[in-house]
Nanobody, 130 residues
Framework: QVQLVESGGGLVQAGGSLRLSCAASGRTFSSYAMGWFRQAPGKEREFVAAISGSGDDTYYADSVKGRFTISRDNAKNTVYLQMNSLKTEDTAVYYC???????????????????????WGQGTQVTVSS
């Protein structure tokens, strides 16, 4: 069992930045691929970014590529999402995910479609105002 706690959400103006954090419990953090997903009101939850267990490989949705950066600190059992150049369409609840597979097979394709694997945090609200 892995417990995930997100933090760092809030209200920011368009063009601004936020950094989300996700702290994980357990001793085998580095064996989990970690991901960030988001869900806007009335929409399905969607993939944002992911990182392999070692941190060597990262994966991004096209909508955030070049603006968001995912990273992890395995010594601190924490994964981060640095969000720059935020847009109003980035407004959503952001969820942290831990998948017990160190490297997602197929990269971004692993997260396509309806993804329900692994463990989830409770979410943190990000609101971007115009």
């Amino acid at each position: 069992q892995v417990q995930l706690v997100e933090s760092g959400g809030g209200l920011v103006q368009a063009g601004g930045s936020l950094r989300l954090s996700c702290a994980a419990s357990g001793r085998t953090f580095s064996s989990y691929a970690m991901g960030w997903f988001r869900q806007a009101p009335g929409k399905e939850r969607e993939f944002v970014a992911a990182i392999s267990g070692s941190g060597d490989d990262t994966y991004y949705a096209d909508s955030v590529k070049g603006r968001f950066t995912i990273s992890r600190d395995n010594a601190k059992n924490t994964v981060y999402l640095q969000m720059n150049s935020l847009k109003t369409e980035d407004t959503a609840v952001y969820y942290c995910n831990a998948d017990p597979i160190s490297v997602p097979p197929g990269g971004v394709q692993y997260y396509s479609g309806i993804y329900r694997r692994g463990y989830w945090g409770q979410g943190t609200q990000v609101t971007v105002s115009s």
